[in-house]
C-alpha cells in the first residue's frame, strides 16, 4: 500500500514536466496541500482497500504537485547570491519536517490509535493550509513559476 503514495508522485512529476503554469500557481499550491489532506482523511476513514489505494495515490499527488511548486519558487524568488544557502536550508526544514511528521503520527498512533492519528493529520493539513493562506496572501496571488517573482 505504501506503493500507491509513490506511484501518485511518479505519474504526477511525469505529467508535471509537460505542463507549463501559467496561471493561478498559489491557489494551486494551496489547493494541493488540501487535496493531501483530503485523501489522507479519505485514506483513515476507509474501509475498502481499493479505496485505500487510490486515496493513497492521491496523497501522492498531492504531495507532488506541492513539493514541485515550493522548489521551483524557492529557486525562483532567491536571489543569486543566496541560493545556495537558501537551497540549504530550505533541504533541512524539508528532511527534518518529515521525520517530525512521521514522528508526531507514530506517538498519536500509540496514544490514541492509528485512524484517529491519521484524521489528526488530515485534518491539521487543512489547518496549516488554511492558516498559511491567510497569513501569507500574497503566496496564493502568485500567477507564474516560469519567471522571476
Known sequence: MRSAIAIGSLATGLALTQVNMKRSVGKI??????VFGAATILFGLSTVFWLSMVAMVIVGLGDMVSVYIRITLVQIATPDEMRGRVSAVNSVFTGASNEIGE?????MANAIGAIPAVLFGGIGCFFI??????????LGRVQRIDREL
Open 29 to 34: 499550491l494551496y489547493i494541493s496541500v488540501l
Open 103 to 107: 514522528f508526531r503520527a507514530g506517538m
Open 129 to 138: 493550509a488554511g492558516l498559511c493562506w491567510a497569513a501569507f496572501p500574497e
